[in-house]
């Protein structure tokens, strides 16, 4: 074996970790040498941390907008926060700072600018030319509340409306308020003794933008004339308004009120309504008024040239429709078509071909915004069918419980989930094409594919493709379908260990070469399942329970076998503290009119035949039993290896590995278990009683004749050492390939547990103190039997398996096996919180021991005490071989321990070079035999000088407080640095970054740092993001190349990137919003109109309400403030290249018009003169020689 030379090493990198205080590097005696150090490329410079895309629905939508000429609609939130959304994979999110609800939105049509009012009574102007939008100008009124707004199409002027009634008006170029006001006194009768209440609506006559329809929420709507500054009509309806729409002539409107009943108007007769209808009331033989209905909140009408106009409404429905869902009602013509939606109706509005307001509208669809989705509706269609949605939108479908990301991952993965998610889209849309399809996509360099997948409560898992900073799901997977839906509340008496959701996903490992998937449920279930391309019915589902006995039950109570009941647990010890009854984790449902439930799975898996379509089916269903009387525990870590064949799953009971080529159990053990005899780092219980007894019955292994058990057992049974022998163990060379190692997906239960341990305020830690002195007074460590169901889902052909146990020296732990607990009176939450549970495996070739020669396979095993295991695997070889004979699998003792739970761990070679997991490549399960071996035959994982000859490794361990590096086979310590002292690691991941590797850390406090390897050297602390929602520890998750992401709300995920090169080639990757587009060409006014004066009368509002006339307004009453976009994002809105060529362009055409004018002006009065001075010259001979008395 080569010498290391360790001080080679620190002399390489001492330099840079010795700048950090809580940054060692120590070189014990015995520790391995080599000759060359580790070169590290990352430096700070590589790292920088900000936000790129927001993908989903936006979080409590309360606003929506339509560009009709750019496509782009905008939806603004109860959070302040503006979702824009164009053709598919174009989308943008930005934020109000003050977080206010945005009430309205507003287009600057074609222009690309955006104005929001939001509900603390401020104005914003948003550039969109910029692809990160940001606001040019602000407007905060001081003493009166916005309530609506209305920006005429191709106008400077907005008009706002108060909650007193008043009209102000603002430039939009400028955002200064002008001098002219409607007062609301000025607009009613004088007569009126009371107040009209809010303003409600705004609109400028379609045909004559010198009248504006004003609605107050009383019910009178006032037709004021801008000019002549006085109301030219009022109308009176006893019912309140809640918004009034005009037909395209300019003739008539109409109004939707409080009680369901929609008013038409004619414009010149104010006397009363032309028209009343309610949509929805029951209309009475006798001729009298409909019952009232619930209100409708808003009314469009939308013409048509060649048929009858739209109507389309939302509410009004009548009220003995109790828990009915929402509507959106479409009258067109005779015929009254009632849409139901899934959820509330937020807002609405209809899509027309043109953008000026006194053409024929011509209606083709429209976008209904709800509480959680966004539906858009084909109006030009027989049954109005809608749209397929291109956007991200359901990822809120089923709340997200879990979150993965991997960035670089193979690339036929994506086609391949494509083409079997295809398969599963719904039939019935609109033949269509996306009516929103604005923008352009980003030019971005980012070329590698990258995946995230998402396990929801309902069970189901979602696979989506978030390549280019787009996102598009491919594939769902369902996994409830492997249980018996329960029908009736008495048909699940054992799923009350969950209050609901019982097959929500807890979390997953993926491996992406094998495309083997593995996940774990709320109700203590695993399944595995392999991908295939053709469908199968399978017949039976395999099914393999797991009885998983506590660490802290008084006993261990062997299954008798065969269908007897179980007994009791019996004491095992004099002490009288330990006759106590074990804690369950719920207080419901632990126990039957039968005795103590055991051996009963939370779920029933189905027994009738199980039609698998392609992509993922069910390899094996693993369940956890009761025990007892005492419910399963949650698993709290999962990890499969397909070129191992195994997955491990553990809890605070303990760990479990399976074989799920054999469907066999191969390990059951106890957490307390997996330390050696004499070791270090085991926790010792702590308790001011010294007797201790040795208590070797609990060791006893119950052994039988069984043969089975003697197959199942593993070689260090009754065996003095904790591994196998060299000549034993027989070592298996699988080559590697980089991939992302699976790491430890908190749950939520033990979140909230661990959140109200850790952040607590000083007073509080004290008790804590106490509490952790007497923490492994609750342990009891002794032997666990596991007994083993094996079989199918029906219950009359399950057979119980062997029961396989892997032994130590019997007596290595008698001095720990004798118990006595705390003299505490309660001690139920105590013993909960102190179990040492399984937080993290790490499937590896690696050094089993310190003196051994060559990497075997292996298993990283951390807990949530800071204990890292190492447990050696001894597989058969490949073929029938593998499929007959039992793995081998022994505990190796501990490797190390760090300051809180471990939260990942990972190999390196001498170089630095990260190790992942070998694997095996993909290959079909339903193919043919011949197929099948084709792709069965392994590529290698990585070259093969990186394992052959390999007589070190570094071993990367992350917990919650700090992170080490082991130098392997001698497992000693090299580095070690504190990442933080008062707060907790929630996520940390090895990640690849710039060619070369790092851990990526985000604590409770919101920061997000990143570790150089092996030297821990910190290169980037930035405090991003407090924790103000467990949801985002739950499903923060680090990837390659510098990517991250959390779920920021229930409905939408943030995607971030702490990589320098991402952040520099952002503006590139990001998509446009505002393409350069050709505003339509106004309708034409016809021949007739024009020459009687008809058609639209258009109002020069500069002259109305500039500074001139109108004087200037009130300081108090507004405050502008100039917005954060800069000079840039100023001269972009106010005139952008084409906007300003178009500008000239009709600059241009406008002067030559007047020149042209001119000279024909200058033309005729020169004919004119001319003309004059013939006539004078004529006069003047006629009267030249008369005498004046002659004239």
């Known amino acids: 074996m080569k010498k290391f030379n360790i001080r080679k090493v620190l002399d390489g990198l001492t330099a840079a970790s010795s700048s950090s205080s809580s940054s060692s590097a120590t070189a014990p005696p015995g520790a391995p040498r080599e000759n060359d150090a580790v070169q590290e490329t990352l430096q700070s410079e590589h790292f920088q941390l900000c ?53 309205q939105l507003q287009f600057l049509v074609n222009e690309g600018a955006l104005v929001s009012a939001l509900a603390d009574d401020s104005v914003h102007l948003w550039n969109l030319r910029q692809k990160i939008p940001a606001i040019l100008h602000s407007l905060k009124f001081n003493r009166e509340r916005i309530t609506y707004c209305h920006l005429p199409f191709q106008s400077k002027w907005l008009y706002i409306g108060t909650e007193r009634g008043n009209i102000h008006i603002v430039n939009v170029e400028s955002f200064s308020l002008s001098g002219y006001v409607i007062m609301w006194n000025k607009a009613i009768e004088l007569s009126t003794k009371t107040h009209p209440g809010p303003v409600v609506h705004i609109s400028d006559n379609p045909m004559d933008e010198g009248k504006l329809l004003i609605g107050f929420e009383c019910g009178v709507v006032v037709l004021w004339d801008l000019k002549c500054k006085k109301a030219d009509y009022r109308y009176n309806y006893d019912e309140a308004i809640h918004s009034v729409a005009w037909h395209h002539e300019g003739k008539q409107f109409v109004c939707s009120h409080s009680d369901g009943t929609l008013t038409t108007w004619n414009v010149r007769a104010p006397a009363k309504p032309a028209q009343i209808i309610t949509p929805h009331g029951k209309q009475p033989k006798d001729g009298k008024k409909p019952e009232p209905c619930k209100p409708i909140l808003k009314v469009e009408y939308k013409t048509t040239r060649a048929g009858d106009p739209f109507m389309v409404l939302s509410g009004g429905l009548s009220y003995d429709t109790v828990g009915r869902r929402a509507c959106l009602t479409v009258m067109h013509g005779k015929s009254t078509t009632v849409l139901e939606m899934d959820f509330p109706i937020v807002d609405f509005l209809t899509l027309c071909e043109t953008p000026y307001p006194n053409d024929f509208q011509e209606p083709y669809g429209v976008v209904a915004l709800l509480e959680k989705d966004l539906v858009v509706i084909d109006l030009g269609q027989i049954g109005y069918p809608i749209f397929e949605n291109p956007y991200p939108l359901t990822i809120h479908e089923s709340p997200v419980t879990c979150c993965e990301y991997f960035a670089d991952c193979p690339a036929e993965l994506i086609p391949a989930l494509y083409s079997v998610g295809s398969r599963q889209k719904r039939q019935g849309y609109s033949k269509k094409e996306w009516p929103i399809s604005g923008g352009n996509w980003g030019q971005g360099t980012q070329s590698y594919p990258e995946l995230i997948i998402t396990g929801h409560a309902d069970g189901s898992i979602k696979f989506w493709d978030a390549s280019a900073f787009m996102l598009q799901v491919l594939y769902k997977l369902k996994t409830a379908k492997v249980f018996e839906r329960a029908r009736a509340k008495e048909e699940k008496p054992s799923t009350d260990i969950v209050d609901e959701d019982p097959f929500a996903i807890q979390t997953l490992s993926w491996c992406p070469e094998s495309r083997m998937l593995c996940i774990a449920g709320v109700s203590a279930h695993v399944i595995v399942y392999r991908f295939s391309k053709q469908e199968v019915t399978t017949e039976v589902v395999q099914l393999l329970e797991v009885r998983m006995q506590s660490e802290f039950g008084d006993g261990d109570s062997p299954d008798p076998g065969g269908d007897q009941t179980p007994t009791l647990p019996a004491p095992v010890s004099s002490s009288p503290q330990e006759s106590e009854p074990p804690p369950t984790q719920s207080s419901s449902g632990s126990t039957s009119s039968d005795g103590p439930r055991d051996n009963i799975a939370c779920l029933q898996v189905r027994s009738s035949p199980l039609k698998q379509s392609p992509g993922y089916q069910v390899e094996l269903v693993i369940q956890l039993v009761w025990v007892s009387g005492e419910p399963p525990q949650p698993i709290t870590s999962l990890a499969i290896n397909s070129s191992y064949g195994l997955v491990v799953f553990g809890n605070s009971n303990g760990l479990a590995v399976v074989d799920y080529l054999q469907k066999t159990l191969l390990l059951n053990m106890g957490t307390s278990e997996l330390y050696s005899p004499s070791d270090p780092y085991q926790r010792q219980p702590r308790s001011p009683r010294k007797t201790r007894q040795p208590s070797g019955a609990l060791c006893d292994s119950n052994d039988g004749s069984n043969a089975s058990e003697d197959r199942c057992k593993s070689p260090t049974s009754g065996s003095t050492s904790p591994c196998n022998s060299d000549d034993e163990r027989k070592p298996k060379f699988i080559e590697k390939v980089k991939i992302k190692s699976r790491r430890f997906s908190k749950t939520v239960a033990n979140d909230f547990a661990k959140m109200s341990r850790k952040i607590s305020s000083s007073g509080e830690q004290k008790p804590d103190q106490e509490d952790r002195s007497h923490r492994w007074c609750h342990i009891l460590l002794k032997r666990q039997l596991s007994d083993v169901h094996e079989g199918i889902a029906a219950p009359a052909t399950r057979h119980k398996a062997a029961i396989c146990r892997t032994f130590s020296d019997p007596y290595s732990h008698a001095k720990d096996n004798s118990f006595t607990r705390s003299r505490s009176s309660s001690v139920t939450s105590i013993d909960r919180e102190s179990r040492e549970a399984i937080s993290a495996f790490h499937f590896c070739e690696s050094f089993p021991r310190k003196n051994d020669g060559q990497p075997g396979p292996c298993l990283l095993v951390g807990t949530t005490q800071g204990s890292v295991m190492m447990v050696a695997l001894s597989l058969p070889p490949g073929g029938e071989q593998r499929l007959q004979q039992p793995v081998a699998i022994s505990s190796c003792g501990t490797m190390a321990g760090l300051k809180g739970g471990i939260l990942t761990m990972a190999l390196l070679d001498a170089t630095g070079t990260l190790l992942p997991p070998s694997y095996e490549p993909w290959y079909d399960p339903n193919a043919s035999d011949e197929d099948k071996e084709k792709s069965r035959r392994r590529r290698p994982a990585s070259p093969p000088s990186s394992q052959e000859g390999q007589d070190s490794q570094f071993a990367v361990l992350c917990s919650e407080k700090q992170a080490k590096v082991l130098v392997m086979p001698s497992q000693t310590r090299i580095y070690k640095h504190n990442i933080t002292e008062t707060s907790f690691v929630l996520r940390a991941d090895v990640v690849q970054m710039a060619g070369a590797n790092c851990i990526a850390c985000f604590c409770a406090n919101g920061h997000i740092m990143t570790l150089s390897l092996p030297s821990l050297r910190p290169l980037l602390d930035v405090n991003y993001l407090p924790l103000t929602d467990m949801r985002i520890a739950r499903t923060f998750c680090f990837s390659n190349l510098g990517q991250a992401l959390y779920l920021t709300s229930p409905t939408e995920i943030q995607r971030i990137t702490y990589s320098q090169e991402t952040c520099d080639n952002l503006q590139e990757m990001l998509s446009e919003l505002f393409t350069p587009v050709e505003t339509p ?111």
Not at 71 to 86: D, E, N, V, Y
Not at 1152 to 1173: H, I, Y
């Open 51 to 103: 936000k790129t895309v927001r993908h989903g629905f936006p979080y409590q939508p309360s606003s929506m907008a339509f560009d009709p000429v750019q496509k782009i609609l905008a939806i603004g939130t109860q959070t302040g926060a503006l979702r824009l959304f164009g053709r598919a994979g174009v989308e943008c999110y930005c934020q109000h700072e003050s977080g206010a609800a945005v009430i």
């Open 1081 to 1191: 060409e106004a309708p034409n006014r016809g021949f007739f109109k024009g020459l009687f004066g008809g058609g639209a009368q258009s109002l020069d509002r500069e002259d109305l309400f500039g500074e001139t006339a109108a004087g200037k307004a009130s300081r108090s009453l507004a405050q502008h403030i100039p917005g954060p976009g800069g000079m840039e994002g100023m001269k972009g809105a106010a005139s952008g290249v084409v906007g300003e060529l178009a500008r000239a362009r009709i600059a241009l055409d406008e002067r030559g018009q007047k020149l042209g004018e001119l000279e024909d002006r200058t033309a005729a009065m020169m004919a004119s003169a001319e003309s004059f001075s013939k006539h004078a010259h004529v006069m003047m001979l006629k009267y030249k020689d008369k005498k004046w008395y002659q004239l």
